[in-house]
């Protein structure tokens, strides 16, 4: 069975920066791509990175581009997101996402690791 659990979310002030992680376990290979998505406290679920697990290639909403870093290491079944100056509209509830082959959709979740950034 296919489990995918992050971790490093917390609370720190603007400005901060925080290192989200995400493993995978339970399937033989490395998922096709993996993503990162997020709930703000009353709005709708958004994504805003993801990465193809195979040639490492990254895309970003525009909100975090240039402040947040999504990687890989396929070694260790893990997705990393970096996550660098930090405001108080990137309070949300994280998590990763998985599509184990191509033309799958994010078919597998993480339970979420929260991430709160006020003064």
């Known amino acids: 069975q296919v489990q995918l659990v992050e971790s490093g979310g917390g609370s720190v002030q603007p400005g901060a920066s925080l290192t989200l992680s995400c493993v995978v376990s339970?399937?033989?290979?490395?998922?096709?791509?993996m993503g990162w998505f997020r709930r703000p406290p009353g709005k709708e679920r958004e994504g805003i990175a993801a990465i193809y697990t195979g040639t490492g290639t990254p895309y970003y909403v525009d909100s975090v581009k240039g402040r947040f870093t999504i990687s890989r290491d396929n070694a260790k079944n893990t997705v990393y997101l970096q996550m660098d100056d930090l405001r108080p509209e990137d309070t949300a509830m994280y998590y990763c996402a998985a599509a184990l082959s191509p033309g799958q959709a994010f078919d597998y979740w993480g339970q979420g690791t929260q991430v709160t950034v006020s003064s």
């Open positions: 339970g399937y033989t290979s490395n998922p096709f791509s």
